[in-house]
T-cell receptor, first 115, second 115 residues
Framework: DTEVTQTPKHLVMGMTNKKSLKCEQH?????MYWYKQKAKKPPELMFV???????INESVPSRFSPECPNSSLLNLHLHALQPEDSALYLC??????????????FGPGTRLTVL | GESVGLHLPTLSVQEGDNSIINCAYS??????FIWYKQESGKGPQFIID?????DKRQGQRVTVLLNKTVKHLSLQIAATQPGDSAVYFC??????????????FGKGTHLIIQP
């Protein structure tokens, strides 16, 4: 099973709202990732968690706040977003480097629209 | 600029023909490369990967070739089918030195299968 699930599938929020995106995997992966994908563009890395600790933050604005409560879950908390933050937010997971193949498997994404 | 890129934004082929999608990368230290397929409204789907100690790897109807001398990666799809229509991304690991690396994606090639 190489399934990564993400909820919700679609989210519309105003600039003053607070919302959260959720990601879950049960493959025993200990590395999890958030990517942002604008229309007709490639995914861009936002955050990397390794063994539930934040290891990479690609200079993402603080209105995006990641959280990894356990090895199966990854959240992305959103607050005071801007319309230009509208995009497809993708979660991925992999085994940590050096354990085995570190292929990243992606979820279906959450389509976020900020009004 | 981007460390991974693609030569063609769109590739149109006849059903049943073979397709070749190309990718150039600039980071000679990259040691792991992946091809993903992304259909409209979905997350990237793993197709095949290759490590820098290999020149060629074959899967079912797909072959990835790696030429480290000219920093070039290609994906060959044999006997293309309508279901192969999608955007194809090459990606390389960012080699952060930590326990998990994010990926840098190329721009993507939209493969169109003509009946």
């Amino acid at each position: 099973d190489t399934e990564v699930t993400q909820t919700p599938k679609h989210l519309v929020m105003g600039m003053t709202n607070k919302k959260s995106l959720k990601c879950e995997q049960h493959m025993g992966h200990r590395a999890m990732y958030w990517y942002k994908q604008k229309a007709k563009k490639p995914p861009e890395l936002m955050f990397v968690y390794s063994y539930e600790k934040l290891s990479i933050n690609e200079s993402v604005p603080s209105r995006f706040s990641p959280e990894c409560p356990n090895s199966s879950l990854l959240n992305l908390h959103l607050h005071a977003l801007q319309p230009e933050d509208s995009a497809l937010y993708l979660c991925a997971s992999s085994l940590p480097k050096g354990v085995s193949t570190d292929t990243q498997y992606f979820g279906p994404g959450t389509r976020l629209t900020v009004l | 600029g981007e460390s991974v890129g693609l030569h063609l934004p769109t590739l149109s082929v006849q059903e049943g023909d073979n397709s070749i999608i190309n990718c150039a990368y600039s980071n000679s230290a990259s040691d792991y490369f992946i091809w993903y397929k992304q259909e409209s409204g979905k997350g990237p789907q793993f197709i095949i990967d290759i490590r820098s100690n290999m020149d060629k790897r074959q899967g079912q109807r797909v072959t990835v070739l790696l030429n480290k001398t000219v920093k070039h990666l290609s994906l060959q799809i044999a006997a293309t089918q309508p279901g192969d229509s999608a955007v194809y991304f090459c990606a390389e690991n960012r080699d952060s030195g930590g326990g998990a690396d994010g990926l840098t994606f190329g721009k993507g090639t939209h493969l169109i299968i003509q009946p």
